[in-house]
């Protein structure tokens, strides 16, 4: 049982950065794939990007590409999320994620993750 916690977010103005964390315990977490989901009101869960396990390939959404990057701690059991150049758009509650044997064709897929955490919310607004 994987338990995972978000720190960092907040409200950001347009154009701004901010950096999410993701703390992970209770597992062999560096065995798991980490993910980052986010979830606006009224819309579906969506991918934003996902750390394969020892850091071995890193994988984002079309609307995150050249703005946000991941990375992982494994001997800190950490993810985090470094978010720029944010638009209002990417407003939403972001979720940590961690799973294991997902095949590489499947990495933006929510339901192949086992393990979610509580979400952070991210508002981007002037």
């Known amino acids: 049982q994987v338990q995972l916690v978000e720190s960092g977010g907040g409200l950001v103005q347009p154009g701004g950065s901010l950096r999410l964390s993701c703390a992970a315990s209770?597992?062999?977490?560096?065995?798991?794939?980490l993910g980052w989901f986010r979830q606006a009101p009224g819309k579906e869960r969506e991918f934003v990007a996902t750390i394969r396990r020892y850091g071995g390939g890193t994988y984002y959404g079309d609307s995150v590409k050249g703005r946000f990057t991941i990375s992982r701690d494994n001997a800190k059991n950490t993810v985090d999320l470094q978010m720029k150049s944010l638009k209002p758009e990417d407003t939403a509650v972001y979720y940590c994620?961690?799973?294991?044997?997902?095949?590489?064709?499947?990495?933006?897929?929510?339901?192949?993750?086992?393990?979610w955490g509580q979400g952070t919310q991210v508002t981007v607004s002037s």
């Open positions: 209770g597992g062999t977490v560096n065995t798991y794939t």
């Open positions: 994620a961690a799973g294991r044997g997902i095949i590489l064709s499947s990495v933006s897929s929510d339901r192949q993750y086992d393990y």
